[in-house]
T-cell receptor
Framework: DAGVTQSPTHLIKTRGQQVTLRCSPKSGHDTVSWYQQALGQGPQFIFQYYEEEERQRGNFPDRFSGHQFPNYSSELNVNALLLGDSALYLC????????????FGSGTRLTVV | AQSVTQPDIHITVSEGASLELRCNYSYGATPYLFWYVQSPGQGLQLLLKYFSGDTLVQGIKGFEAEFKRSQSSFNLRKPSVHWSDAAEYFCAVGDNYGQNFVFGPGTRLSVLP
């Protein structure tokens, strides 16, 4: 039973570029949440997708957008990259309304230069 | 708004010693509480969770946590620490719909041989 899979594992981008990160949820899960974890900090909630719609959003600018596909996988897009976007991006999946906590992927390490 | 505090940024213990990591939360309803562990460069692994019932919950790797509603706390404990327990530990709170999931800033645990 595969857990949460994220790709790529590492990525280097230049300021102003755009990036797409991908996530496949754990089998049986239908909800995907994205978190940004800056170095030395706790994860910060970006948004959550359920039934292909953004269900909840944290305090992140519109440069951060996402998508969920019919197979429950998800993408996180970041436009006009800033140096401050350098972080570990974590994807977490869960089963809607279960409240049983999230299963996290290993993350994508994004470095903006 | 919900919040989580972890008063200790960094704790160092000797191998074989007991451990307690503190977590306090602020939440308007009945909280769902979680502890996650993160090894360097890795995603988060769920150690244990509390939903209801017995206030002392057992988790993986010999960890346990006690929910104290009167103190708004959910402290993590282990009777005897192993060198492999060195990692970052995050307390989190959410609701029963799998939303409003908030992490604390984390406590870094170092283990001396």
């Amino acid at each position: 039973d595969a857990g949460v899979t994220q790709s790529p594992t590492h990525l280097i981008k230049t300021r102003g570029q755009q990036v797409t990160l991908r996530c496949s949820p754990k089998s049986g899960h239908d909800t995907v949440s994205w978190y940004q974890q800056a170095l030395g900090q706790g994860p910060q909630f970006i948004f959550q997708y359920y039934e292909e719609e953004e269900r909840q959003r944290g305090n992140f600018p519109d440069r951060f957008s996402g998508h969920q596909f019919p197979n429950y996988s998800s993408e996180l897009n970041v436009n006009a990259l800033l140096l401050g976007d350098s972080a570990l991006y974590l994807c977490a999946s869960s089963l809607a309304s279960s409240g049983h906590g999230y299963t996290f992927g290993s993350g994508t390490r994004l470095t903006v230069v | 708004a919900q919040s989580v505090t972890q008063p200790d940024i960094h704790i160092t213990v000797s191998e074989g010693a007991s451990l307690e990591l503190r977590c306090n939360y602020s939440y308007g309803a009945t909280p769902y509480l979680f502890w996650y562990v993160q090894s360097p460069g890795q995603g988060l692994q769920l150690l244990l969770k509390y939903f209801s019932g017995d206030t002392l919950v057992q988790g993986i790797k010999g960890f346990e946590a006690e929910f104290k509603r009167s103190q708004s706390s959910f402290n993590l404990r282990k009777p005897s620490v192993h060198w492999s327990d060195a990692a970052e530990y995050f307390c989190a709170v959410g609701d029963n719909y799998g939303q409003n999931f908030v992490f604390g800033p984390g406590t870094r645990l170092s283990v001396l041989p």
